[in-house]
């Protein structure tokens, strides 16, 4: 077996693999620390699903390429997520009725388009990365690593108080959008590495887990970027010998981690806690 693993290491589209599991898993770790001080861990989840509509409607237009799938992926993500916050913000509406009417709606006629296509076979066998595939997540990735760094105040400052955020001259309705975009673009990202239905769990696992160990929200950044990247190596090469989809191992074993800090974390553990419950009653 672990010859067999050495051999499958030489070949390119493990190597691939590695660093995209090592890249992605860091770049979602790092992102999702905006989802949990955001909290729409849910709305990312509802959002995983408009991608299929997009697709759809892609393959329809331009056929099934590699850049079709990708762009139609994002333009879908990007009018659901950032056409419910619009919704939200010129009805009664809050974003979360509006997105589950928009993505509900969008979702189904991606089916139906996708079954009149008979295309979803189809779009299996794509979901697996390329040189160019690579590349594409490594420019979302960085890119979305670095605008987090570069305009990280104002981004908190805009997701614990919106009101002193517009009194200091932060554009607070544009960060909202931007954040959204930033968010939808690195979900897209690992849409070929994790699957659509798993993005939701490397997008909210690696934060939810340092949210657990601090009250540090510049911690949530750079912890859910490590847990996430480390995960995901760790992953890989458990998936192999196990004969696992890497996809839903990067998924398990984050969930894994999450579930050991639920446990023990000596800030807020689940064990801590009733440690101290018992102490009170004796």
Same mark, same amino acid.
């Given at each position: 077996?672990?010859?067999?693993?050495?051999?499958?290491?030489?070949?390119?589209?493990?190597? !691939?693999?590695?660093?995209?599991?090592?890249?992605?898993?860091?770049? %979602?770790?790092?992102?999702? @620390?905006?989802?949990?001080?955001?909290?729409?861990?849910?709305?990312?989840?509802? /959002?995983?699903?408009?991608?299929?509509?997009?697709?759809?409607?892609?393959?329809?237009?331009?056929?099934?390429?590699?850049?079709?799938?990708?762009? @139609?992926?994002?333009?879908?993500?990007?009018?659901?997520?950032?056409?419910?916050?619009?919704?939200?913000?010129?009805?009664?509406? %809050?974003?979360?009725?509006?997105?589950?009417?928009?993505?509900?709606?969008?979702?189904?006629?991606?089916?139906?388009?996708?079954?009149?296509?008979?295309?979803?076979?189809?779009?299996?066998?794509?979901?697996?990365?390329?040189?160019?595939?690579?590349?594409?997540?490594?420019?979302?990735?960085?890119?979305?690593?670095?605008?987090? *760094?570069?305009?990280?105040?104002?981004?908190?400052?805009?997701?614990?108080?919106?009101?002193?955020?517009?009194?200091?001259?932060?554009?607070? !309705?544009?960060?909202?959008?931007?954040?959204?975009?930033?968010?939808?673009?690195?979900?897209?990202?690992?849409?070929?590495?994790?699957?659509?239905?798993?993005?939701?769990?490397?997008?909210? @696992?690696?934060?939810?887990?340092?949210?657990?160990?601090? %009250?540090?929200?510049?911690? *949530?950044?750079?912890?859910?970027?490590?847990?996430? @990247?480390?995960?995901?190596?760790?992953?890989?090469?458990?998936?192999?010998?196990?004969?696992?989809?890497?996809?839903?191992?990067?998924?398990?074993?984050?969930?894994?981690?999450?579930?050991?800090?639920?446990?023990?974390?000596?800030?807020?553990?689940? /064990?801590?806690?009733?440690?101290? %419950?018992?102490?009170?009653?004796?």
């Amino acid at each position: 077996m672990m010859d067999d693993f050495l051999q499958f290491l030489r070949e390119p589209i493990a190597q !691939r693999s590695l660093l995209a599991c090592v890249m992605i898993g860091f770049a %979602n770790g790092f992102v999702s @620390g905006l989802v949990i001080l955001k909290k729409s861990a849910l709305q990312i989840g509802t /959002l995983s699903c408009a991608l299929l509509p997009g697709i759809a409607v892609a393959v329809l237009l331009f056929g099934l390429t590699r850049w079709s799938l990708l762009t @139609g992926a994002v333009v879908a993500a990007l009018l659901v997520g950032l056409g419910s916050l619009f919704v939200s913000r010129t009805s009664r509406l %809050n974003q979360d009725t509006a997105l589950s009417i928009l993505h509900t709606t969008a979702f189904a006629a991606g089916f139906i388009v996708l079954v009149r296509l008979g295309l979803q076979q189809k779009i299996d066998d794509w979901l697996s990365l390329s040189d160019s595939d690579l590349w594409i997540a490594f420019a979302i990735s960085s890119v979305s690593v670095l605008i987090l *760094l570069l305009f990280r105040r104002p981004i908190l400052v805009c997701l614990f108080d919106p009101d002193i955020a517009t009194t200091l001259g932060i554009p607070s !309705r544009l960060i909202s959008y931007g954040i959204f975009t930033l968010i939808i673009l690195v979900l897209v990202s690992s849409l070929q590495a994790v699957g659509a239905f798993l993005t939701l769990g490397l997008l909210v @696992g690696p934060a939810a887990t340092v949210y657990l160990l601090t %009250n540090k929200p510049s911690h *949530l950044f750079w912890g859910g970027g490590i847990i996430g @990247g480390l995960g995901s190596l760790l992953a890989f090469y458990l998936s192999f010998p196990l004969g696992w989809h890497l996809g839903a191992t990067i998924i398990l074993v984050l969930g894994i981690i999450f579930c050991t800090a639920y446990l023990y974390s000596s800030r807020c553990g689940l /064990l801590k806690q009733h440690g101290k %419950n018992s102490s009170q009653v004796q």
